[in-house]
């Protein structure tokens, strides 16, 4: 049973004048490093988090959770309107949520993220309550047979999720997995297609320039070569509040995805190290599985953004278990939060939660109330923001490569990011001007380490192949992805009968 002391202390705390400035400003910081693409919340809270030290400890956690509550959000702002994700976690979101923007539809597509972004983080933290007295059995549940099982599951569905021609699809999975597994190879010790460079590819491709080269770079060719507006029509057909709470519709209209995407952002944020942009691949393609019309994903579907927004602020419930009970961080941001708070004199663990409950009670409300204000300040504003979709494009190209290009480079200030991304965008563009889907590809680059590292830790485990299918939860993952290959063919089966039984009728 969670005592109610502790969170009548941290709620007492957040009512304190400097601790709600706190949270607004770490939100603030959150929107504007979160609409930067390649300048990610991580950089927000690593840039603070030597200021923190002098601060009281509550004070500290709700600024941080203030930035990571309000930047996924802010991410889903560039991936709408834009095609280019804020934050690698807002990749998925670009798949529909931009076709939305390109039909006039971005005020709707901007109230599904605000909507689904803000439930979606409520969901995860409740998620959090409800399972801090039992987090023990679950984190220790997933060793890496089920990571690996897992992660197939997300890279397995690239097959299916693949619009159009699904050889294609393929093709760009393998070449995304070829791609993330360039570089030191951590089991092995050797040196992966590192072109001969001793020093630049030793870790591999980076994320964000990868992400800002195939998402930003591509589209900014793209734009240049086809002119025009963002908005193919040059209009928006959803504008004003009308048209931003007709997204807000959607989402309780998509309810079912909508808890889909949660489950699946809180489950994949408890496990650590996995990370919000594979929650985020997760929901999208498994609401591609289960929805009545698969075909329109890709197109504009507003199931899409629903189901990759819920997920994304989900997870950050999921991602506080993990680091607070054990102190293994959920996500990338969890690890600084991790650091944050042993610079503050704490030892995360079953200790901390016993003795420190007040401080997990102060991330909870924190995030619950930055989440709040990011998805009100976005409802509020989406109308304004959509207008950039009507101007020519020729006023936006130079400004999205400039700050995408500084955000590569602020990254790891490293110059050959920059080159990387621009190699990545032409690969992007050239691959979407030959009908390759974009989404396959980036799906194979985000699992393919991933799994890499979790089947090589298996096998130190138990040199037993078997030993994947030895596991109750490996073993229904493995289940899962079966039937995940066989639902679309049973689909695909009874639709032909339908075709031809109407053409004998």
Not at 34 to 55: H, Y
Not at 224 to 236: A, C, P, W
Not at 442 to 454: D, K, P, Q, S
Not at 469 to 478: C, E, G, H, N
């Amino acid at each position: 049973m969670l005592e109610l002391q502790p969170l009548g202390i941290a709620a007492a705390a957040l009512l304190q004048p400097l601790n709600l400035f706190l949270v607004a400003f770490g939100t603030f910081l959150g929107l504007v490093f979160g609409l930067l693409p390649g300048i990610t919340s991580l950089a927000a809270m690593a840039i603070l988090l030597p200021f923190t030290v002098g601060m009281e400890p509550m004070g500290g956690m709700y600024l941080f959770a203030g930035i990571m509550g309000s930047a996924p959000f802010a991410g889903s702002v560039t991936a709408i309107l834009f095609n280019i994700p804020g934050q690698p976690i807002n990749a998925a979101t670009c798949f529909d949520g931009h076709p939305m923007a390109q039909k006039g539809e971005a005020s709707k597509a901007l109230g599904i993220s605000a909507t689904a972004s803000a439930l979606g983080a409520l969901f995860g933290l409740l998620v959090l309550i409800l399972l801090l007295p039992a987090v023990r059995a679950i984190v220790f549940a997933f060793g890496p047979p089920e990571f690996f099982m897992l992660i197939m599951f997300g890279l397995v569905t690239v097959a299916i999720a693949a619009p159009g021609n699904m050889v294609k699809g393929l093709i760009t999975a393998g070449l995304g997995v070829l791609i993330s597994i360039i570089g030191y190879d951590p089991m092995g010790g050797a040196l992966r297609f590192n072109l001969g460079s001793q020093n630049y590819l030793w870790d591999g491709v980076g994320l964000v320039a990868f992400f800002v080269g195939v998402f930003a770079v591509a589209e900014v060719i793209d734009y240049f070569v086809r002119g025009g507006t963002i908005s193919l029509t040059g209009e928006r057909v959803h504008t004003g509040l009308r048209g931003t709470l007709a997204g807000v519709k959607e989402v309780f209209r998509n309810l079912r995805v909508f808890l889909q995407g949660s489950v699946v952002g809180t489950v994949v944020g408890i496990l650590p190290g996995v990370g919000g942009t594979v929650a985020n691949f997760l929901a999208y393609t498994l609401a591609m599985q289960t929805s009545k019309h698969p075909e329109r994903f890709g197109k504009g579907s507003p199931e899409g953004v629903v189901a990759a927004e819920s997920a994304n602020n989900a997870k950050d419930g999921g991602a506080l278990l993990p680091t607070v009970a054990f102190g293994i961080p959920g996500s990338a941001e969890t690890a600084l939060l991790l650091g944050a708070l042993i610079l503050h004199g704490f030892n995360p663990g079953p200790l901390f939660i016993r003795d420190n409950m007040e401080i997990v009670w102060a991330l909870i409300l924190g995030l619950l109330v930055s989440n709040l204000i990011a998805s009100t300040i976005g409802l509020i504003g989406a109308d304004l923001l959509t207008r950039v979709t009507t101007l020519n494009v020729k006023y936006l190209v130079p400004t999205i490569l400039v700050v995408s290009l500084i955000g590569v480079y602020a990254d790891r200030e490293n110059i050959w990011d920059v080159l990387l991304a621009i190699i990545a965008g032409i690969l992007g563009y050239g691959l979407a001007r030959f009908g390759f889907p974009i989404i396959t590809l980036v799906i194979g680059f985000v699992l393919g380490r991933l799994a890499e590292r979790a089947f090589l830790q298996s096998l130190q485990i138990s040199m037993d192949p078997w030993i994947f299918f030895q596991r109750p939860i490996a073993l229904v993952l493995f289940v899962l992805i079966v039937l995940f290959f066989i639902f679309p063919l049973i689909r695909r089966w009874k639709s032909r009968n339908q075709a031809r039984g109407s053409a004998r009728g």
